[in-house]
């Protein structure tokens, strides 16, 4: 089973940053996909970020330049990470991170991560960003 666990979150002007963590415990595959997703009040979720377990990395293209993903690993515990900078209210969501489900390397489309939610079977709780102008 594979728990994961996001922390991070708060209010912001804009401008600022945050850096956001998931702890990811339990089951550990060598190949995976993880990401951030996020969702504001009355629209979809969305994927933010995506990266693999060889580090290859995708964003949506209103935060490149200005977030950045990236993932630590120590034993069984990976802990993936979002670096957001030059936040503007249209960050201002829900954000949620993500894995593929066992037996990892499943949110897989043409050899890269996807972004489709229906893939990625285990979910954090969420935490909250809030930007203001």
């Known amino acids: 089973q594979l728990q994961l666990v996001e922390s991070g979150g708060g209010s912001v002007q804009g401008g600022g940053s945050l850096r956001l963590s998931c702890v990811s415990s339990g089951y550990s595959p060598s190949k995976y996909c993880m990401a951030w997703f996020r969702q504001a009040p009355g629209k979809e979720r969305e994927a933010v970020a995506t990266?693999?377990?060889?580090?290859?990395?995708?964003?949506r293209d209103s935060v490149k330049g200005r977030f950045t993903i990236s993932i630590s690993q120590d034993n069984a515990k990976k802990t993936l990470y979002l670096q957001m900078s030059n936040l503007k209210p249209e960050d201002t969501a829900m954000y949620y991170c993500?894995?593929?489900?066992?037996?990892?390397?499943?949110?897989?489309?043409?050899?890269?991560?996807?972004?489709?939610?229906?893939?990625?079977?285990?979910w954090g709780q969420g935490t909250q960003v809030t930007v203001s102008s």
């Open positions: 990266i693999d377990s060889n580090g290859r990395t995708d964003y």
């Open positions: 993500a894995s593929d489900p066992p037996p990892g390397w499943v949110a897989v489309t043409n050899a890269h991560c996807t972004r489709n939610e229906a893939d990625f079977g285990y």
